[in-house]
């Protein structure tokens, strides 16, 4: 009997003992895994610190802020360099990644963080080139399932614009430690609120603004039309190396105006895209300056203008049907009756 007691009393134990032992591996696994999920949640933090520290250099610096203003000029060492920040954000992604495969996070989790930092490397023509060219080498992946579509969405002018409204003039912004009311706390985010609003969007006289752009493109005075833009406002055409500065903007302007001296550029509309203001326009003339075919031109285009606090274009991206035109150039001598 007492050998029988014994025999039960060392069976209950050892299944007690393995009881304990569940819990206690179970209580080590979650440990090893939240640990786990530290240590990649810091070496994710790490990577995306260090993407950003790399950007302190001032050649760095340089090359990425080149990509976003004008990435028809990067050399092909400032190209490597911008393309790195870029490399270095997908690596981080693709650990956020690796985490959800693990366990260690879920979907969300990874779709939020690469919805908050897309725009902030993405956010430029640039990069959503270098994304179109390296999104066939991830299709089929998680990274291509989770992050195109997010990619994809970003505005490639949302750095401009951003960099733009933060060079913005401040409104009197209440100091943390100062005891300001809260009324004046209110009128300060309504100063903010309406500078964003200048930079992104339009000044208050935009109808007479475009009138008197169209004007100046007709005055035959290319300094007319630069000064509608700030002493650093960039002009685009038709996807060309930007016009930077006055100077290269008035270059420009009379380059249309010599091979036109009859120009004229009416006013017809405006209307919004994505945080710009679109000036369309309808250009006449004649092609009748050096080396010109005598031919007369009728073609309408855009300009998507991002202006500056005081009212003058920062950044004007102009499009015309440029087939178009070199066929009303080639059409010969205007037929006069």
């Known amino acids: 009997m007492n050998t029988e007691k014994l ?16 819990i206690i591996l179970i209580v080590e696994v979650r440990q090893n895994a939240a640990l786990t999920r530290l240590s ?40 490597r360099i911008a393309e790195t920040q870029l490399v ?27 919805q908050n930092t897309a725009p ?13 060219r390296e999104e066939v080498g991830w299709s089929g992946t998680s990274m291509f399932e989770v992050a195109d579509p997010i990619v994809a969405a970003v505005d490639p002018d949302f750095l401009v614009e ?13 100091k943390v430690d100062s005891p300001v009311a809260k009324p004046d706390r209110e ?15 339009r000044p208050s006289d935009i109808e007479d603004f475009a009138s008197r752009y169209a004007a100046a493109w007709s005055s035959q005075d290319p300094a007319a039309v630069a000064a509608s833009f700030a002493p650093t406002g ?15 903007i008035a270059d420009v302007a009379r380059s249309f105006m010599t091979a036109f001296p009859d120009l004229r550029v009416a006013f017809d509309r405006l209307s919004t895209d994505g945080g710009r203001t679109v000036f369309n326009w309808t250009l006449t003339g004649t092609n009748t300056g050096p080396d010109g075919t005598g031919a007369a ?28 035109y070199e066929r009303q150039l080639n059409a010969g001598p205007a037929q006069t009756d």
């Open 297 to 324: 031109v009728d073609i309408s285009g855009a300009e998507r203008w991002l202006f500056t606090a005081d009212g003058l274009i920062a950044d004007s991206i102009g499009s015309f049907d440029a087939d178009d």
């Open 40 to 79: 990649q949640e810091t070496a994710r933090a790490a990577m995306l610190m260090q993407a950003e520290l790399s950007l302190s250099a001032p050649a760095a610096a340089d090359a990425w802020m080149k990509a976003i203003h004008a990435p028809e000029d990067l050399t092909d060492g400032e190209l």
């Open 187 to 201: 009128a300060s985010r309504a100063s903010d609120t309406a500078a964003k609003e200048e930079i992104m969007q």
């Open 88 to 114: 270095a954000v997908m690596q981080q992604w693709d650990t956020l990644l690796s985490m959800e495969k693990e366990g260690l996070v879920d979907r969300a989790r990874v779709k939020m963080h690469i």
């Open 162 to 174: 951003t960099y733009a409204f933060l060079r913005a003039p401040f409104g009197a912004l209440a």
């Open 234 to 248: 960039k002009l685009t055409v038709n996807g060309g190396p930007p016009a930077v500065g006055r100077a290269a």
């Open 7 to 22: 025999n039960k009393w060392l069976t209950l134990g050892a299944n007690v003992g393995v009881v304990v032992g569940l």
């Open 120 to 132: 902030f490397y993405f956010g430029s023509r640039f990069a959503k080139r270098w994304w179109e």
